[in-house]
T-cell receptor, first 117, second 114 residues
Framework: AQKVTQAQTEISVVEKEDVTLDCVYE???????LFWYKQPPSGELVFLIR??????QNEISGRYSWNFQKSTSSFNFTITASQVVDSAVYFC??????????????FGIGTKLQVIP | DVKVTQSSRYLVKRTGEKVFLECVQD?????MFWYRQDPGLGLRLIYF???????EKGDIPEGYSVSREKKERFSLILESASTNQTSMYLC?????????????FGPGTRLTVT
C-alpha cells in the first residue's frame, strides 16, 4: 500500500514570507517517483517537479526549492519570498509500480496556500 | 504544449440521468485517467486506460464506466447519476507507462447532480 500525507490542509502567509509545504510518503517499493503539482484557482493541475527515489539532491528553481529526504520519507516544497500568484492548492504525489507492470499514482489531499498581499 | 480538454466546465444533471464526460488530449499520449476531486479527500482515481479499448479500475470505480475507442479520447460515464457523484472531475493524460512520466490535466468539469 502507498500513502501520501500532506498534514497542512491550509496555510496563510503574508507576501514575501517564506513557506514550506510538507509531504510525507509511505511505500514498500525501492524505485519510485515523487511529484509536486500546483492547482491555481482556474482548476488545472500543473506539473512542477519530479524526483526519483535514488536522487536525494535538493533542487532549486527560482523561488521554488525541494528537499527530498529518504531517511524521513519526506519531500518538502519551499517557496521563498512568496507572491500572490503562488496562491493555489499544491499536491504531492507518489508513483510506484503495481504488479502487471502498471504504474499507480497516489496524490495527497493537497495544501491550500493563500498569500496575502 | 500538451493540451487536455474536457467537454464542459460546469454541468448540472438530475438524479438518475446518464451522464457523459468527455476528455480529449492532443499529444498522442498512451495513458489517460479520470479522477474526482473532493474537499478533504484530494484526487481519487476512478478509472485509467493504458491503451485504446483498454481500461482498468482505479480506487473508486463504483457507479462509473469508461470508454476509450480512440487514442485521444477517454470518456467517463455515470450510468445513473446520484447526488453523491456531485464533484469536480479531472481528466489527465501521460505519455507512457513509465512511473517517471508526469501527468497533464484538463481544466476539470464541476458536476452537480440534483
Amino acid at each position: 500500500a502507498q500513502k501520501v500525507t500532506q498534514a497542512q490542509t491550509e496555510i496563510s502567509v503574508v507576501e514575501k514570507e517564506d513557506v514550506t509545504l510538507d509531504c510525507v510518503y509511505e511505500t514498500r517499493d525501492t524505485t519510485y517517483y515523487l511529484f509536486w503539482y500546483k492547482q491555481p484557482p482556474s482548476g488545472e493541475l500543473v506539473f512542477l517537479i519530479r524526483r526519483n527515489s535514488f536522487d536525494e539532491q535538493n533542487e532549486i528553481s527560482g523561488r521554488y526549492s525541494w528537499n527530498f529526504q529518504k531517511s524521513t520519507s519526506s519531500f518538502n516544497f519551499t517557496i521563498t519570498a512568496s507572491q500572490v500568484v503562488d496562491s493555489a492548492v499544491y499536491f504531492c504525489a507518489l508513483s510506484e509500480a503495481l504488479s502487471g507492470g502498471y504504474q499507480k499514482v497516489t496524490f495527497g489531499i493537497g495544501t491550500k496556500l493563500q498569500v496575502i498581499p | 504544449d500538451v493540451k487536455v480538454t474536457q467537454s464542459s466546465r460546469y454541468l448540472v444533471k438530475r438524479t438518475g440521468e446518464k451522464v457523459f464526460l468527455e476528455c480529449v488530449q492532443d499529444m498522442d499520449h498512451e495513458n489517460m485517467f479520470w479522477y474526482r476531486q473532493d474537499p478533504g479527500l484530494g484526487l481519487r482515481l476512478i478509472y485509467f486506460s493504458y491503451d485504446v479499448k483498454m481500461k482498468e479500475k482505479g480506487d473508486i470505480p463504483e457507479g462509473y464506466s469508461v470508454s476509450r475507442e480512440k487514442k485521444e479520447r477517454f470518456s467517463l460515464i455515470l450510468e445513473s447519476a446520484s447526488t453523491n457523484q456531485t464533484s469536480m472531475y479531472l481528466c489527465a493524460s501521460r505519455l507512457g507507462q513509465g512511473r517517471y512520466y508526469e501527468q497533464y490535466f484538463g481544466p476539470g468539469t464541476r458536476l452537480t447532480v440534483t
